[in-house]
């Protein structure tokens, strides 16, 4: 069973700079996972930020950026603001369907 | 641009068949290149993809729900359905439906939360 891993939180400081990653428990993550970062803030749907690695969804501040970061994917916030606090998800697909990573919960403080 | 509404019963009682159903608007199902999923998320806890469908009828199911998951579409109506049975608490979720693809940007619906309950 394929477990992808990330940070369960992590905290930034109003304008710096934080960078989130996604993790498989066994081998490395590259683009032909096509991982995807997802944006959750409670009672809302999941709002998509990254797909495909490095794309920026439509109206997503150029502040949010995707990589590969060794072995595995990375979503970087620069600048940090109030607003990022949430919780963010990465998904990898895996040939045949998706496996979601458990979430990193950010705090902004 | 492409919108996606979940509907369906709230409540459902234990060891029957949740039911759910996805209208999309603003683009077609069988104008292809896109996965049509449903993903769920337990109460204060993390996403879980159940499954997709192509427009073609083709399906790929998460193997821990498989057994018990049906996904089917109505290129006609423009929907996508998701049947579960044998429903236990444990299924209690929000159901989100989902546009997306390995190559494109996930469109969620708002999602609908469905209480496993006698």
């Known amino acids: 069973q394929t477990v992808v891993t990330q940070e369960p939180s992590f905290s930034v400081s109003p304008g710096g700079t934080v960078t989130l990653t996604c993790g498989l428990s066994?081998?490395?993550?590259?683009?032909?996972?096509?991982p995807s970062w997802y944006q959750q803030t409670p009672g809302q749907a999941p709002r998509t930020l990254i797909y495909?690695?490095?794309t920026r969804s439509s109206g997503v501040p150029d502040r949010f950026s995707g990589s590969i970061l060794g072995n595995k994917a990375a979503l970087t916030i620069t600048g940090a603001q109030a607003d990022d606090e949430s919780d963010y998800y990465c998904?990898?697909?895996?040939?045949?369907?998706?496996?979601f990573g458990g979430g990193t919960k950010l705090t902004v403080l | 641009q492409v919108q996606l509404q979940e509907s369906g019963p709230g409540l459902v009682k234990p060891s029957q068949t949740l039911s759910l159903t996805c209208t999309v608007s603003?683009?077609?199902?069988?104008?292809?290149?896109?996965?049509w999923s449903w993903i769920r998320q337990h109460p204060g806890k993390g996403l879980e993809w159940i499954g997709y469908?192509?427009?073609?009828?083709?399906?790929y199911y998460n193997p821990s729900l498989k057994s018990r998951v049906t996904i089917s579409v109505d290129t006609s109506k423009n929907q996508f359905s998701l049947k579960l049975s044998s429903v236990t608490a444990a299924d209690t979720a929000v159901y989100y439906c989902?546009?997306?693809?390995?190559?494109?940007?996930?469109?969620w619906g708002k999602g609908t939360t469905v209480t496993v309950s006698s």
């Open positions: 603003g683009g077609s199902i069988s104008s292809g290149g896109y996965y």
């Open positions: 469908i192509y427009y073609s009828g083709s399906t």
């Open positions: 998904v990898l697909y895996m040939g045949s369907g998706w496996v």
């Open positions: 495909s690695t490095n």
């Open positions: 066994s081998g490395s993550v590259s683009t032909s996972y096509y």
């Open positions: 989902a546009r997306d693809g390995p190559s494109s940007s996930t469109v």
